[in-house]
T-cell receptor, first 116, second 116 residues
Framework: AQKVTQAQTEISVVEKEDVTLDCVYETRDTTYYLFWYKQPPSGELVFLIRRNSFDEQNEISGRYSWNFQKSTSSFNFTITASQVVDSAVYFCALSEAETSGSRLTFGEGTQLTVNP | DAGVIQSPRHEVTEMGQEVTLRCKPISGHNSLFWYRQTMMRGLELLIY????????DSGMPEDRFSAKMPNASFSTLKIQPSEPRDSAVYFC??????????????FGPGTRLTVL
């Protein structure tokens, strides 16, 4: 079974629109971490956020915000007032304490295109 | 501070040849990870080391792949003999010893391998 599901393969928006990237995860561990990484066209992977399973507080960082809901096993990522520079592939990832230790299990990624 | 350094950035080789990918983690980091990214399989962990010791190599595809970490500042991933299906981007990542798991992983720029 897929442990991290990013159902949206591709999203295309116009600049200044808000966009939400969905992430649903599956784990039986009680202790785990969730991550979002950004992969711009240049190819490198850039860390955006980490959230542990005991902290459901939502987080905002500039135009980025994250909504973590254990009840629905979701960790969604919203970009407010999107910009062309936000165009990238975004990956959600899971690290499980008991099952996989430090291993990151990635979702398939969502290709976001922001058009001017 | 320098990030994770990988070399070469691009490698083109012919089937059957030996390929060696190199990685220098961030100084002070004690966990090192090798990932492979392909269109078909996405991002997948091949192997990771903690304090230079391989902890989980369950992602290594087959005996043609081997990884070493002779010291805290250097790791290699070797493919011998290489095959066209090994064509992919190989990422190295490192993380700090702050927690047993769940730390942010810092990724290198990747090595794009093409096996003809």
């Amino acid at each position: 079974a897929q442990k991290v599901t990013q159902a949206q393969t591709e999203i295309s928006v116009v600049e200044k629109e808000d966009v939400t990237l969905d992430c649903v995860y599956e784990t039986r561990d009680t202790t785990y971490y969730l991550f979002w990484y950004k992969q711009p066209p240049s190819g490198e992977l850039v860390f955006l956020i980490r959230r542990n399973s005991f902290d459901e507080q939502n987080e905002i960082s500039g135009r980025y915000s994250w909504n973590f809901q254990k009840s629905t096993s979701s960790f969604n990522f919203t970009i407010t007032a999107s910009q062309v520079v936000d165009s990238a592939v975004y990956f959600c990832a899971l690290s499980e304490a008991e099952t996989s230790g430090s291993r990151l299990t990635f979702g398939e990624g969502t290709q976001l295109t922001v058009n001017p | 501070d320098a990030g994770v350094i990988q070399s070469p950035r691009h490698e083109v080789t012919e089937m059957g040849q030996e390929v060696t990918l190199r990685c220098k983690p961030i100084s002070g980091h004690n966990s090192l990870f090798w990932y492979r990214q392909t269109m078909m399989r996405g991002l997948e962990l091949l192997i990771y080391f903690n304090n230079n010791v391989p902890i989980d190599d369950s992602g290594m595809p087959e005996d043609r792949f081997s990884a070493k970490m002779p010291n805290a500042s250097f790791s290699t991933l070797k493919i011998q003999p290489s095959e066209p299906r090994d064509s992919a981007v190989y990422f190295c990542a490192s993380s700090s010893p702050g927690q047993p798991f769940g730390d942010e992983q810092f990724f290198g720029p990747g090595t794009r391998l093409t096996v003809l």
